[in-house]
Every structure is written in structure tokens, then in C-alpha cells.
């Protein structure tokens, strides 16, 4: 049986919209959440919260088990 994979289809631009979006409902929400991702993750996650250059995006990264604060305005 062949492997079939959820996000097979999936660009990074559609998946840096599906955590734009989820971050838009985190927003209206009024909550305070955690969120806990893997290294490319946190690179969109960051680049909601701050104007990143190409160089930037490519070259982020969170250390293993590294905690960062994001606040909406």
C-alpha cells in the first residue's frame, strides 16, 4: 500500500497561510496560547510578528527547546 501523505500537495506558501490564519483566530480570540512547533513553524511564526528579508527567514532558527514570547498589538 502506498504512503499517503496529508500535506502532499501543500506549498510552503499554503502552509505559512494555514498558520497565518491560525494565528488571525489566536488573535481574535483574546486568549493567551501556547504554541509548540518544530523549527520551520516557528520560522512563519516569526515572520507573522516581524518584516523578515528572504536572508532572514532562511537563516532563523530556535534552539532545541527554546521558549519565545509573541504579543498582538
Not at 500500500?1 to 502532499?8: D, I, Q, Y
Not at 505559512?16 to 512563519?44: E, F, M, P, W
Amino acid at each position: 500500500m502506498p504512503k499517503v501523505s496529508l500535506f502532499a500537495d501543500m506549498t510552503a506558501a499554503n502552509l505559512a497561510q494555514r498558520i497565518y490564519n491560525l494565528l488571525d483566530d489566536v488573535k481574535a480570540s483574546g486568549k493567551t496560547c501556547i504554541l509548540v512547533a518544530h523549527n520551520g513553524i516557528s520560522r512563519v511564526i516569526n515572520s507573522y510578528f516581524y518584516e523578515m528579508t528572504n536572508t532572514e527567514y532562511a537563516n532563523f532558527g530556535v534552539k532545541n527547546c527554546a521558549v519565545l514570547k509573541y504579543e498582538f498589538e
